[in-house]
């Protein structure tokens, strides 16, 4: 394998800024554990990542356990169409995965400006 220059993204860092998005902890940790950490493509994605899920498990959780069944209860069972808001929800890290592996530095809207300010990247 050969050496690259820290400022340049290599095929792998790629992979696994790409990878990060839809399995967020197992591939975000192991990036901020091993080698990873020192690469700045890696570890910005590796990072914005693991907030994303973060905040995404949070509205799958709230939609899940108070919206879906309050609207289930009040539209006598039409509400229940928000059980597939998560899957919908989950696409969303298909689309950052694609743009990872495009080599892009992109912005997801306050949690970029949220780990930026946070001064983890």
Request: charged letters at 10%.
């Amino acid at each position: 394998m050969t050496e690259s220059m820290p400022g340049e993204i290599t095929d792998q860092d790629k992979l696994l800024a790409a990878l990060s998005y839809p399995i967020a902890f197992i591939v975000s940790l192991i990036i901020l554990l091993t080698e990873g950490k020192n690469r700045p493509f890696q570890k910005y994605h590796a990072v914005q990542s693991l907030i994303f899920d973060i905040v995404l498990w949070v509205v799958i959780i709230v939609l899940s356990c108070v919206i879906t069944p309050l609207l289930g209860a009040v539209t006598l069972g039409i509400g229940a169409l928000c059980g597939f808001c998560p899957f919908l929800l989950w696409l969303i890290t298909l689309y950052y995965a694609y743009l990872a592996y495009q080599g892009q530095y992109f912005t997801i809207p306050v949690i970029t400006d949220f780990m930026k300010s946070q001064k983890w990247v």
